[in-house]
């Protein structure tokens, strides 16, 4: 084997300081990041680059779902980097056949498809869904059904099928053939679901729109609509799935089964990897050259997820993780308690939890965030009107009262004038 040369300018590598402000710089400004820049993270605790040290409860927007740096993610990871990285679709590898065995032996689906994002998971899955029914009944059957106010992604068409308003603005023209109808209404389901619908899709727990549960008999509902009318039905499980809610997967809490799901965020833990599961009958709409990705499924991601998803799917991690939300749940009722000027109610499912703002303090949930940071608290808003709360999934009971106190001490600081 020949020894493959250093670079010659590795002493500088990475040496050039870096600060917030950089951002404003060099960046597209599609962002609004915080001051403070993370530049090193363990479990839930995560430092900045002052040294300060923050609790975090975001975990990167329900992606750390192992918390920051696990383990044994990081040994399965740096073992990999040493074996092979990527070979591309011309091959396959052993990591993505393991990972796709497990993933459908783990859930209702037989066939997997390997992407990087949730928006691509998304996108896969609605282009399977026209392409199922384009097959199987005629290009009339195109129609996809989704709920106001859901998020499926940046990409043209699940930014569409998305169903805010606000993230289409000036992207014109959008892709056609898209309903959406308010979420958790059975009767507006029931009549928007025709015999042109191919899909209907939705968050089990809606988590960008507010952090909301969908009821079971609307699922169930949602199950019924769609067998009628002959079309799919899709679970968003971006945020929702890979253990957030107490089960593997939100639907299983349900017992209502999807068409088709998708997974994201935690499934990586931080490296970058989706998934669209289904079952054998409707995958086999897609042929060789009907879609693809370079990267999805390489052996990097494909190892990484391996090893979360056989961390997370097991009886005994799926109970810490209920025993740890009713710990937090009851934790924050007695906040907002304590808070009625501030909080009104506390709802999610699992660890996936939102504060809900009072009227009085309707559309500030960024003061809250900023409040929180100021005592070394990590939180996410979902909507103007909701702080929400996603932390790693192994968080303890200490990290619970730290994070309980940190946040009352941020409130604290907000009603009372300083
Ligand atoms: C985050 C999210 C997406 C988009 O995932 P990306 O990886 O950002 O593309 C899609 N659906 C849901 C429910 C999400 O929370």
Known sequence: MNAIPRPDNEASFHADPVSRQTFNEVMVPTYAPSDMVPVRAQGLDLWDQQGKQYLDLTAGIAVTGLGHSHPAVVEALRAQADKLWHVGNGYTNEPVLQLARALTEATFADRAFFCNSGAEAN???????????????????????????????RTLFTVSIGGQPKYTEGFE???????????????????????????????????????LPADPAYLKALREFCDARGALLIFDEVQCGMGRTGKLFAYMGYDVTPDILTSAKALGNGYPVAAMLTTESIAAAFSVGSHGTTYGGNPL??????????????????????????????????????????????????????????????????DIIKAAEAQGLMVLIAGPDVVRLLPALVISDAQIDEGIARMRAALDALVTPQ
């Not at 959406?180 to 191919?198: G, K, L, Q, S, T």
């Not at 906040?335 to 699992?350: A, E, H, N, T």
């Open 123 to 153: 996108e896969a899955a609605f282009k399977l869904a026209r392409k199922y029914a384009h097959t199987k009944f005629g290009p009339h059957k195109s129609r996809i059904v989704s709920c106001v106010n859901s998020f499926h992604g």
């Open 173 to 211: 023209p959008l892709p056609e053939q898209l309903s959406h109808v308010p979420f958790n209404d059975i009767e507006a389901a029931r009549a928007a679901i025709d015999d042109d619908v191919c899909a209907v899709v939705v968050e089990p727990v809606q988590g960008e729109g507010g952090v």
């Open 301 to 366: 991601a494909a190892t990484v997820a391996l090893r979360v998803l056989q961390i997370v799917n097991t009886p005994a991690f799926l109970a810490r993780v209920n025993q740890a939300a009713e710990l937090l749940v009851g934790k924050l009722n007695g906040v907002v308690r304590d808070y009625p000027q501030i909080f009104s109610l506390v709802r999610g499912s699992g660890l996936m939890l939102g504060m809900v703002l009072a009227d009085s303090y309707r559309g500030k949930a960024k």
